[in-house]
């Protein structure tokens, strides 16, 4: 250890994980040798029906093709194959429910359910190519489903349960889905929420506009009343549960659509990324079983994200179950009933793997450092965080409190669009820096550059630093569902000339080379890890009667990361309505959106800063939110409103 600043903090793995990790610096070196031969490398480590021809064809850049001529079927590596092996009897999931009840999933019993959700939906007329919504809370039968289309080659669109019916509607008429897979209700906090109601009201949302929806399959799970349209409307224990548990599966090309997942753009229209087969389980699987040094058999892994995030489908089905993971799959909130509910059911399971969001991390500080100590955390053996930049202060409190002081944090960076983790320490190599992902995993490439492209040196700490891909991965994004143009533009155009993907993320390199990510440099906010649209927000707001005009921003938040702070100017009408109309807008938001959309602050103000050419001036706004002095105010049409809109914060 020297003593710069960058390196007084840094953590090597001890000698005794490193003699044992799946993953050795060698990696590094057959990655780079040969990248192709590489990722062949590790799709080898999946079952294909059929090899591929090409490893990677690249001519009809930036739509990749990985693994050209291949076939398999996902679902079989991710079950059959762990049961043909002689693992039936593993437990796959251990699946604790909010109530406090449980069930213990084996490969055997996966591999049975899957296959009959997936004879059902074949009964249903549903055939490849198909997209089906998946609008579910984390019940087991959510992972049945994502797996039962799999098999199928249905193309599934997890939306989030906690989604309002409008978002709901946009993503299922987007993707023309014939089916939506619900439940009855949900487990909030010890109260049975609706959802299929949600459901009923997305589809009546537009009044009698027609939508692509045939059936609507309901799983009971809180046994709440339901609203039932006969023959539209399935029961999933009187259809799935009497089907056939035997089904063979499909092989598929290496470029079948596998799902689509919607994430928040700069735009209010939210952007249907679209991911493939064989590449897309080619890296998570790899990811997975490096970077968690995860060992089939042994590990009990838990990845507390919800399967209505990309983190959800990549870290709780895809990657662990390909590598024939146990894991726990948790169904509620952290602080129910109690503040202990995450360390009991460690404690419970001997959970040796842990994967979470530096926002819970941040909550748990919170909390205190005596509500884990009252639990045995022994069995935990690596962490790992994702969804955000990871503050070094809580870095080294998960280390200390929930690591015990030894164990590695792996800080992951990926998207929903790169499918898989792409910058994140290997835990039995790398020594980990509080705040740093560190470095591009073996096989994939990102450089740190300037506006023009051009590297930003080591030590540059300063300097605006984009991060870039430069070279494709086998999980990248296919394209935006229903909109290539889109997909070119977003991603491509920016670094047009040298053929890079953009992410959107600031980042630098410290004076050791190592890389820090900082967080969007775009109009996305990042709320507890979760990644909402400024625009979305705003058109939420503009759709309520009382106002005008709105423009929010993401102001940081010493919990969540980010915090929603909107502005807005109202109309004439609503002017004396006052503080309950603030009330009333964040409501609206998180109905119209989510709840995790509701602003943590409105201010109504009096007008708004914008350009000349008619742009908000958001980075000025941001100094607002904030309390910093402002920045240059010059190019504003009239400099004097910032006065205005001060006064209101006051
Ligand atoms: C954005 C992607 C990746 C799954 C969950 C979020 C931010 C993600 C990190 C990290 C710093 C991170 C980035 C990225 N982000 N992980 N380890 N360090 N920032 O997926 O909703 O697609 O959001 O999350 O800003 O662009 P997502």
Redesign the pocket.
Known sequence: MTETADHRDSYPPSAEFAASANADAALYERASADREAFWAEQASRLHWHQPWDQVLDWSDAPVAKWFAGGRLNVAYNCVDRHVLDGHGDQVAIHWEGEPGDSRAITYRELLAEVSRAANYLTELGLAAGDRVAIYMPMVPEAVVAMLACARLGLTHSVVFAGFSPTALRQRVDDASARLIITTDGQWRRGKAAPLKEAVDEALFANGDVPHSVEHVLVVRRTEIEVPWTEGRDLWWHETVAQASPEHEAQPFDAEHPLFILY?SGTTGKPKGILHTSGGYLTQTSYTHHNVFDHKAGQDVYWCTADIG???GHSYIVYGPLSNRATQVVYEGTPNFPDEHRHWQIVEKYGVSIYYTAPTLVRTFMKWGREIPAAHDLSSIRLLG??????NPEAWRWYRDVIGAGAVPIV???????TGSIMISPLPGVTATKPGA?MAPLPGISALVVDEEGKPVQRGETEANGYLVLDQPWPSMLRGIWGDMERYRATYWERYAEQGWYF???GAKLDADGDLW?L??VDDVM?VS???ISTAEVESALVGHSGVAEAAVVGASDETTGQGIVAFVILTAEAKDTGTALVDELKAEVAREISPIARPREIHVVPELPKTRSGKIMRRLLRDVAEGRELGDTSTLVDPNVFEAIRATKA
């Open positions: 994430t995030w990309v983190t965080s994702v969804g955000e930049p990871i800080d992951t960076w990926w998207q929903t669009e992902a992410a959107g993320d990510v967080g969007r990042n890890g979760h990644r």
